[in-house]
C-alpha cells in the first residue's frame, strides 16, 4: 500500500463550482501535511500547509483528520487558472523527508 | 530570483549508456531532494541529502543509480547502465527547514528518455 493516496481525477468542474480532493496516508508517524500543485509539463510548487485545526487561503481550505488519517482541500468560485494537478504531500516525523502522493487532475471548464 | 537549476533539461539517449543529470540547489538551502516523475508512479523520492550527507535513498535502484553531493553547490544523479523504463522526468529540489516548512523549490526537471 503506498504511503499517500489521491484520487487521480480528473474532476471535470465549470467556473464557479466548489471542488474537494481527498488524500489517504498509511503512516500514522506521519508528522506534517502540505498540498502542492503542479501546472502541465511545470515543476510542483507548495500551495499550502495543513494545520490539525484547519485553515484558509482564500478560496482554498485545507483539513486535517488525524483519527481518520486523511486531509483534504477545498477550492471555492473556481477559476480556470485552479487547472491545474494537485499532490498532497506528507512529511515524516522519522526522517523529515517529503512523500508526494500522485496527484488529483483538476480541469475547469468555462 | 534564487531558484533551482538542473541541467540537462533533455536527454534522448540509447539503452546500456551512462547518464548523469546536474543540480544547482538554491545558495543556502541544506536539504536536497531528487524525484523521479513517471505518470504511472507519480514522483517517487529517489535519495536526498542534509547537509551534503545521505540520509535516505532506499527509493533508489542501487545497481544503476547513485547520487552524490561533492560541495553545496552540486549535486549529480548518475544511471549506469540505463534502461527504457528509466524514462521519466527527474527533479531536483532544494529547501531549509523542510520538514516543518514542508517548503521544497524544485527545478524545472531533466527529461530523460532511454530508447
Known amino acids: 500500500r503506498k504511503e499517500v493516496e489521491q484520487d487521480p481525477g480528473p474532476f471535470n468542474v465549470p467556473e464557479g463550482a466548489t471542488v474537494a480532493f481527498n488524500c489517504t496516508y498509511s503512516n500514522s508517524a506521519s508528522q506534517s501535511f502540505f498540498w502542492y500543485r503542479q501546472d502541465c509539463r511545470k515543476e510542483p510548487k507548495l500551495l499550502m500547509s495543513?494545520?490539525?485545526s484547519g485553515n484558509e487561503d482564500g478560496r482554498f481550505t485545507a483539513q486535517l483528520n488525524r483519527a481518520s488519517q486523511y486531509i483534504s482541500l477545498l477550492i471555492r468560485d473556481s477559476k480556470l487558472s485552479d487547472s491545474a494537478t494537485y499532490l498532497c504531500?506528507?512529511?515524516?516525523?522519522?526522517?523529515?523527508?517529503?512523500?508526494f502522493g500522485q496527484g488529483t487532475t483538476l480541469q475547469v471548464k468555462p | 530570483d534564487a531558484r533551482v537549476t538542473q541541467t540537462p533539461r533533455h536527454k534522448v539517449t540509447e539503452m546500456g549508456q551512462e547518464v548523469t543529470m546536474r543540480c544547482q540547489p538554491i545558495l543556502g538551502h541544506n536539504t536536497v531532494f531528487w524525484y523521479r516523475q513517471t505518470m504511472m508512479q507519480g514522483l517517487e523520492l529517489l535519495a536526498y541529502?542534509?547537509?551534503?550527507?545521505?540520509?535516505?535513498d532506499s527509493g533508489m535502484p542501487k545497481d544503476r543509480f547513485s547520487a552524490e553531493m561533492p560541495d553545496a553547490t552540486l549535486a549529480t544523479l548518475k544511471i549506469q547502465p540505463s534502461e527504457p523504463r528509466d524514462s521519466a522526468v527527474y527533479f531536483c529540489?532544494?529547501?531549509?527547514?523542510?520538514?516543518?516548512?514542508?517548503?521544497?523549490?524544485f527545478g524545472e526537471g531533466s527529461r530523460l528518455t532511454v530508447l
Open positions: 541529502f542534509r547537509n551534503r550527507a545521505p540520509l535516505d
Open positions: 495543513v494545520y490539525s
Open positions: 529540489a532544494s529547501g531549509l527547514g523542510v520538514a516543518n516548512t514542508g517548503e521544497l523549490f
Open positions: 504531500v506528507l512529511s515524516s516525523s522519522n526522517t523529515g523527508k517529503l512523500i
